[in-house]
């Protein structure tokens, strides 16, 4: 059978972070809880002048450069964060990214699920036309509010990714588990800019789909625990991952798994996500990223389990093939001396950017210049957006 995949991948998270330890110290909890209890260590923080839209379209102009961009004729763009009801977020980036008019393009939502819908709705596309390219973009800002459980769980960023056959990266696999159940574990009405959470219930969910989908999965595909030589799964914070993992392994009946097993098998998935937080759709592709960008291993021709989870809920478990000369096509000086070089906020400046509001009566507003990307939100006046590239 045909291969089909992940032939390129990019990357955008904003240039400003906070430190756990800082918000750890503003609500009076011992920093040890966020950095040892979540397994978190920074969170990304979006300034005003950028938003789902110009992170997507930062991680997209990345990734363009490996392809032709006149073979793109799908853009399907994943988010929980839309800015329209109506109107795709995929349609700006379309127009700042250039690609051609014949290109469809749609907005997916389910949660931090919908990524992975696109992926799996985009490669029957694929084997029927070999020469399609589909640009499949995941960008999102996990806002929960101040003062609230699941402030420590923010973070946001973006990542894009060309699919076609023969892919240079990752070939995924046909088989999969899916699961679907109608549950209030995270939630947010059109009214609100900030997510509703019920946590304690939201994690539950998520580690009962783990064993549901992947009993579903080993089923079809007759694999077992050891036939995946690295897991990667959605990462709403590090520690719940761990959790997983473990789960999933004492479910395989692996009563105990060490330190060092655990660091085996999840490799450097992690490694971003510490410090980017939580970037919803894009966060499991980031911990592919993160993955193969850092792992000490030579990964070509290992197998990868996926697991997605959507709240809400849905999650599927999959797999996916790394791809010779996969190293080729990663950019890890890039993306790492992106995370480097992010601009510390105080409590002060993060409260000021999430405070942040734009009008919403028509007004007019020029948005003040901070450090972007490539593209940029320069104003909001008549009830519309207006993006930039600030490199022009
Ligand atoms: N030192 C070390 N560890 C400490 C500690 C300390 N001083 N103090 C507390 N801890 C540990 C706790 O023991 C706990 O560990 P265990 O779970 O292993 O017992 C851990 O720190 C977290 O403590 P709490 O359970 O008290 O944490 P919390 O009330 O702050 O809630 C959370 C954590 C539920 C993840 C919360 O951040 C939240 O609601 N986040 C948003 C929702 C979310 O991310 N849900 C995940 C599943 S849903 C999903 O996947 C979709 C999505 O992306 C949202």
Known sequence: MMKVGIDAIGFYTSNYYLDMDILAKARGVDANKFRTGLGQEQMAVVPPDEDVVTMAADAGFEVLKHVDVNEIDLLLFATESAID?????????????????RCRV????????????GLQMAIPLLRENPKRKILLIASDEARYGLNTTGESSQGGGAIAMVLSQNPR?????????FYTEDVMDFWRPNY?????????????????LVQKTWEQYTQISGRTFFDHARFCYHVPVPKLVEKAHLCLARFNGI??????EMQAQLGASLEYGRLVGNCYTAALYLGLLSLLENDPEDLTHRRIGFYSYGSGCIA?????VVQENYKSMLDMVRHRDMLKSR????????EGFYNFRYPVDGGSLVISNYQTGR???AEVSDHKRFYENAKL
């Open 255 to 260: 009563s105990a798994i060490s330190r060092d």
């Open 375 to 377: 593209y940029r939100l």
């Open 316 to 320: 599927e478990f999959f797999s996916g």
């Open 192 to 208: 609100r800019e900030e997510a509703l959470v019920d946590g304690k219930y939201s994690c539950e969910m998520y580690l009962k």
């Open 169 to 177: 990266i990752l070939s995924i696999e046909p088989e999969s588990g």
């Open 343 to 350: 601009i510390p906020l105080s409590l002060a400046e993060y």
């Open 106 to 117: 749609v907005e997916l939502k389910q949660a931090c699920y919908s990524a992975t819908a």
């Open 85 to 101: 009801q109506s109107k795709a977020a995929g349609i700006f980036v379309h127009r700042l990214l250039n690609l051609p008019s």
